[in-house]
């Protein structure tokens, strides 16, 4: 019985059939593919993308104080701070430098910062035209700050 | 050995010195015992309570280590639980009234507090009272106080005492508002050393010049040696983003406040960073080849005119023993004349290399009995001074001081000499060695020096005729002596040994026919037969015309004698190779810019006669070349052949032309027997009283008088407090 | 064949022989050397193989890897512990949760650090949900080399799913550094547990379909049954882990013989196969997905409550809310971000199961924050020592069949 049955199966092809049924079948619902970037998916809550420097209470400058935690954590050394001694002696952030480029996206700047000044956006979409653009200064990553914020709030109705 | 006890540290059994503290013994076990406020430099004291042990059958459930001496068959414990729980109830103590400092002190990542919290793993603090603060002190010269991060370990009051004896800070106040502070609270009015912000544990003393420069973990450490006077300490510059921002002690041993925070002229704004030619009465920016060629043609047709000695040549302190090395050679190869010399030869101490060769001077502190025969040593090598400070404070040895003024070493001193000249001092111990007669105070001297089986004498950097031979007898009363000569000028004694002198090869190896030959044969070209000008000849050769061109490396006459401008702009040409543009340089018809000594790699030969290593620090500023690169182009559009890659070729090439250096290792100092000079009747130093006479000095430190650099370091500059010139 | 590998001219006209007059027996007598790679799109990455044909029979099989070397266990000598975390996920980049892992557990046992049971659970149920993922690819790509082009775009489409789930719960798809020293970076988001007990509906009928589409057809059965055999004691003695080993019927799986994570509170069976060859290596692979299915299950039926990282303070990364009101939290922040933790003196030799075989760290310590030397065995470059046995003897194109088989990926066989 066993044998005959393989042996049907062997004449009529009937492993292939199977296969052809499920192909046809899925053929019929709808398709899984999204067409980026016309369709783009809804971003998770905590991916880890694009980094921005978060205003401090003031919203006058940024967060950053200069502690060198994420230039020390970061394994890509991707980030430079560049601090110095204010009119009233108060330590100043004069540059934030962040390279895109060297940057791996591992999120530990985050983790280190002890203020909560750099996060990030899940906003993965970093294509550019020049080297310029990946090259994050301080006060790009405000704007890009600003930029994220202001668009979660508006998304939320306010 | 019936002196030495029996220790056992956690199971591990050492022999120490009765005297020896447990920590010690620790150390000498191999087992690390963690402390805040011990350090070697100092003498126990005992305020932090970290360093806390557990000794077999004591009465006494935990002893603090630093404190406690040893006793023969004592069994110690380290690390118990119960030392664990009562070393962290400690820092939590002590945690209590911290600020949260850290993302804005610059200590954070090497702060034994922060590390020692760490290694314990502290949780979350049961206090939670309201912490203290203290009122940061800005408004001292040099050094912040960030009081509230204090710990009271004490270690900068001591060390400011016993290591420097200088007693500036000290604990004001009392109880929990205890805090450490200068008189009245003013601000600091020390020697500003920053021995104080090395040896702090925390953050609370601080640099101006490094604050917020950087953290502690991206600094890039580079070793290398101070340039500023002879004692050549070893130093650690710390760049980050490839510019220095700190100095540091490479042996962790010392630094003056010159050697700590005068780097900075290194990134002044006046530094050179082209060639400059002088067209039409201007010095304009030119490029290399035209001003190498410049003085190619201005060298060949004087050369050719007036034959090769109307040339001359003057070397430099501050150039490495590659540059003065090359440098005479050039001169004598190239050139074609021995008028090579250095003028910091006036500032060399009579019977230098001749007579009086310095010992070690981390030596000074073992010898019986110390006699200084300059006051201002401190001043001139600070290194010495603090050595002189230690062999009294921490060895317990006799300080005999010849002293016109009065400063730190007359507090330290058993006998002080008050004499306005060492001649006059010296011509009344010298009877009272003798004979035993003349008033109290020399008597006591002399008696002090007669009994000591060993004696350190500082001989002073300029001396007479008179008391040089007062000296020679004296040394001959002595027992064990050993001299150290100050020698203010850095690299002197490495310009001295490579023979930017106009009457020795290198090595102090006589100008005659003989080496000439030799030299010759090795160098490969023909050199000139009589011995050259001295400094003092050439420059009086110019009023008469015998020289009618000067190349000077690294040297600036005119700006301390103002009276030389006049003779050198008798010059048909002059060239000058320096960092800045010194008032020579804008005497100059060429002006050569040359790399600062923390932008370059070389060795130097400190006043100990030890090799050691110059690194470079920060790329060379601008277009400005290391001086040995600038002497080897010119030399090869010059015809000579000079072809090397870096110093160390040249360090070959000195290694097997100068037998002093030839197995001389790095860090080795050469033996003072292997010197041809050595015990000669003969004297290297020149003397005038009319030739450079310092004329800009500052009234009140010796320390920071002198010198292109150091009168343009910013941060020195705010510690002069008066600039007069004379 | 010189060493350089571009020997087909040499080893042709060297005989002064010229294609145009050799007889076609001549050219099949003729052995002949080709280079095959690296940039052929079936050696999965950049592996480069230099192939001896008798005809169209492979005679001798010479792997070059090294394409991909970025020198990894070097760098890793230059960066803390901590840090070397995102470095483990440019090994095998598919599966990058279980080299984080891998380095953790391996650092933990270093340091006898205690991991707490939820973080535990979490890196197992994230670890089962990686080797999902990576095993998808795989079968993807492997039944692409053969020819059945449909499987790949089905196993994307569940292993989407998969790095979905991932992004919630870490923030990346693929290089996650979600595993730190001592726990976790973060505790899963309230609704991940949901969508993956949806995930683990849905996975087994996807399973089905994959085996609708090749175990039973013709051709894929001819491609792979007898072919890349190893008998159990070749398998042991080339030093194979993983499917590759299991699918010569050795019951050897680090899970159960060394139970990591929380390996052994869950029960799951070793799927072994019997003949060896590249079929039997499939069933294994198949077989292990669903009882990686299994373990998930049991994981999120048994998540224990509780902390996600280790209390001792000396390991555990602060709390964000903690660091700038509390000095001892600052001063750990600090240590650890900015030099890690002193480590204790020694060696340590820790390996995991990961997707591709036995994954381990040997780590040598000097004492301070940075290893003073870190080795990785590596599966797949184990596997590619053991190709030519594989090989020899079979058609040129059975040559993709078992690279496809020994799963390999570039990253981690050059480092």
């Not at chain 1, 930029?147 to 508006?154: A, I, M, P, R, S």
């Not at chain 2, 250095?342 to 502190?365: C, D, M, Q, W, Y």
């Not at chain 3, 005679?59 to 020198?71: E, F, Q």
């Not at chain 3, 809310?321 to 971000?337: D, G, I, K, R, S």
Request: glycine fraction near 8%; hydrophobic fraction near 40%; charge should be positive.
């Amino acid at each position: 019985m066993n044998k005959l049955t393989k042996a049907l199966r062997m004449v009529f092809m009937i492993e292939i059939v199977e296969g052809m049924t499920l192909t046809l079948k899925t053929m019929l619902k709808p398709a899984v593919t999204r067409q980026y970037p016309t369709f783009k998916r809804k971003s998770f809550a905590g991916s880890r993308g694009l980094h921005y420097m978060d205003r401090d209470d003031s919203g006058m400058k940024e967060r950053c104080i200069g502690c060198g935690l994420c230039e020390a954590v970061c394994p890509a050394k991707a980030i430079t701070v560049v601090t110095e001694k204010g009119p009233n002696q108060e330590k100043v952030v004069s540059a934030y430098e962040l390279d895109l480029l060297r940057c791996v996206f591992c999120g530990f700047c985050v983790d280190a910062c002890p203020v909560n000044a750099i996060k990030m956006t899940p906003n993965f979409e970093l294509a550019c035209y020049s080297r310029r653009d990946v090259f994050l200064t301080k006060d790009r990553l405000v704007a890009e700050g600003d930029k994220y914020l202001g668009k979660k709030k508006g998304g939320a109705g306010k | 050995m019936e002196n030495t006890v029996t220790v056992t540290i956690d199971g591990i059994t050492v022999k120490v010195k009765p005297t020896a503290t447990i920590l010690e013994a620790a150390k000498a076990a191999g087992v690390r015992i963690p402390v805040l406020c011990a350090d070697d430099k100092l003498h126990p004291y005992g305020s932090c309570r970290i360093c806390i042990v557990e000794i077999e059958k004591s009465p006494r459930k935990f002893t603090p280590s630093c404190t406690t001496p040893v006793t023969d068959n004592m069994s110690v414990k380290t690390m118990t639980p119960d030392l664990a729980e009562a070393r962290k109830r400690i820092l939590e103590l002590l945690l209590n009234n911290h600020p949260l400092d850290c993302p804005i002190c610059d200590k954070a990542g090497s702060c034994q507090l922060q590390d020692l919290v760490h290694e314990y793993g502290l949780g979350p603090s049961k206090f939670t009272e309201k912490k203290r603060t203290v009122a940061p002190s800005y408004h001292s010269n040099v050094i912040d106080r960030e009081v509230s991060r204090c710990v009271l370990c004490g270690k900068c009051v001591r060390v400011c005492r016993e290591q420097n004896a200088v007693g500036e800070l000290a604990f004001t106040r009392r109880g929990d508002k205890s805090k450490v502070s200068t008189d009245f609270d003013q601000p600091l009015d020390c020697e500003f050393c920053g021995e104080c912000v090395e040896i702090c544990p925390v953050g609370a003393l601080t640099t101006k010049q490094f604050k917020f420069k950087g953290r502690t973990w991206n600094l890039e450490r580079i070793q290398s040696v101070c340039n500023y006077c002879g004692c050549g300490c070893r130093t650690s510059f710390e760049t980050r983003l490839g510019r220095i921002v700190r100095v540091r002690s490479g042996a962790r041993n010392y630094l003056c406040s010159k050697g700590r925070f005068g780097w900075d002229a290194v990134h002044h704004q006046d530094r050179l960073t082209t060639p400059l030619v002088r067209v039409s009465g201007e010095l304009v920016p030119a490029t290399w080849d035209e001003a190498l060629a410049m003085v190619v043609t201005n060298l060949n047709v004087i050369k050719n005119k007036k034959g090769a000695d109307s040339i001359g040549g003057l070397g430099s302190v501050r150039t490495t023993n590659e540059e003065s090395y090359l440098f005479q050679k050039f001169m004598r190869t190239v050139v074609g004349t021995n008028n090579v010399d250095l003028l910091a030869r006036l500032k060399v101490p009579k019977g230098l290399n001749t007579v009086f060769f310095s010992g070690e001077l981390s030596k000074i502190s073992d010898h019986d009995a110390v006699l200084v025969l300059d006051g201002d040593v401190g001043e001139l090598n600070p290194l010495m001074g603090i050595e002189i400070v230690r062999a009294v404070n921490r060895n317990y040895k006799k300080l005999v001081l010849v002293n016109s003024g009065f400063n730190k070493f007359n507090r330290l001193a058993s006998v002080v000499l008050d004499y306005l000249a060492p001649e006059a001092a010296l011509a009344d111990l010298l009877p009272a060695m003798k004979s035993g007669k003349g008033g109290d105070r020399v008597v006591a001297a002399a008696a002090i020096l007669k009994e000591a089986a060993s004696v350190a004498v500082i001989i002073p950097g300029r001396t007479t005729d008179k008391e040089f031979s007062q000296i020679k007898e004296l040394l001959s009363l002595l027992k064990g002596v050993t001299t150290y000569p100050i020698v203010r000028r850095s690299n002197l004694q490495g310009a001295m040994d490579m023979g930017v002198l106009p009457d020795y090869y290198p090595g102090y190896q006589k100008v005659g026919s003989d080496t000439m030959n030799r030299f010759a044969g090795s160098w490969d070209a023909i050199l000139p037969e009589a011995p050259g000008l001295n400094a003092l000849e050439m420059l009086a050769g110019i009023k008469t015309g015998k020289v009618s061109a000067l190349y000077i490396m690294g040297d600036d006459p005119a700006g301390s004698d103002r009276g030389l401008k006049d003779i050198l702009n008798k010059l048909e040409f002059l060239v000058v190779q320096d960092i800045f543009l010194t008032e020579t340089a804008k005497l100059a018809d060429v002006v050569l810019p040359a790399c600062s000594w923390a932008e370059k790699y070389g060795t130097v030969t400190s006043l100990e006669r030890r090799l050691q290593q110059v690194s470079r620090a920060e790329e060379p500023l601008g277009e400005s070349k290391p001086d040995w690169d600038i002497i080897q182009t010119l030399a090869r559009k010059m015809g000579g052949p000079m072809h090397y890659g870096t110093p160390a070729d040249i360090l070959n090439e000195i290694r097997s032309m100068v037998p002093l250096y030839a197995d001389l290792a790095m860090g080795g100092i050469w033996a003072r027997e292997r010197s041809p000079l050595a015990g000669a009747d003969m004297d290297l130093s020149l003397w005038s009283d009319t030739v450079m006479k310092n004329e800009v000095i500052t009234a009140d430190r010796l320390l920071f008088s002198s010198g292109t650099m150091i009168g343009r370091s910013r941060e020195i500059s705010t510690l002069c407090r008066t600039k007069a010139e004379v | 064949m010189t060493d350089d590998g571009y020997s087909l001219t040499s080893s042709i006209y060297g005989e002064k022989m010229s294609l145009t007059n050799a007889t076609e027996k001549e050219i099949v007598q003729k052995e002949m050397t080709i280079n095959m790679g690296p940039q052929h799109p079936a050696t999965h990455g950049v592996l480069r193989l230099v192939v001896d044909l008798q005809g169209e029979t492979v005679v001798g099989i010479d792997p070059r890897p090294g394409y991909l070397h970025r020198g990894i266990e070097k760098w890793m000598e230059s960066r803390t512990y901590h840090q070397i975390i995102p470095i483990t996920d440019r090994l095998e980049y598919i599966t990058c949760m279980n080299n984080n892992l891998g380095w953790v557990v391996a650092v933990e046992k270093l340091a006898g650090i205690v991991v707490p049971e939820r973080a535990q659970f979490i890196r197992m149920l994230m670890a089962e949900l990686t080797r999902l993922s990576g095993h998808l690819v795989w079968l993807g790509t492997h039944a692409l080399d053969i020819g059945a082009m449909t499987v790949c775009m089905y196993t994307l489409r569940e292993r989407e799913l998969i790095l979905d789930l991932t992004e919630t719960v870490t923030g990346a798809r693929q290089t996650v550094s979600y595993v730190r020293i001592g726990g976790l970076r973060n505790d899963v988001p309230r609704d991940f547990l949901d969508k993956c007990r949806e995930f683990t509906e849905i996975f087994p009928k996807k399973l089905e379909d994959y085996d609708t589409l090749i175990r039973q057809n013709r051709i894929w059965l001819k491609r792979t049954k007898g072919i890349g055999k190893f008998s159990a004691e070749d398998a042991i003695n080339y030093g194979l882990t993983g499917a590759t080993l299991r699918g010569s019927g050795v019951n050897y799986d680090l899970r159960k013989v060394e139970p990591y994570a929380a390996y052994d509170k869950v029960e799951f069976d070793v799927p072994l196969g019997t003949e060896g060859d590249v079929y039997a290596r499939y069933i294994v692979r198949i077989n292990e997905m669903r009882q990686s299915v299994r373990i998930i299950k049991q994981c999120l039926d048994m998540l224990p409550e509780g902390p996600i990282m280790t209390a001792d303070p000396r390991y555990a990364v602060p709390d964000k809310a903690t660091v700038m009101t509390n000095m001892e939290a600052l001063a750990h922040q600090f240590v650890l971000m900015s030099k890690w933790v002193n480590m204790p003196k020694g060696e340590v030799y820790v390996a995991t199961e990961a997707p591709k075989g036995e994954l381990g760290f040997f780590i040598v310590s000097d004492g301070s924050g940075r290893p003073y030397r870190v080795k990785i065995r590596a599966p797949s470059f184990v596997h590619v020592g053991a190709l030519p046995k594989m090989v020899t003897g079979h058609m040129v194109s059975d040559v993709i069949a078992c690279i496809g088989t020994i799963d390999i990926v570039l990253g981690e066989c050059d480092r």
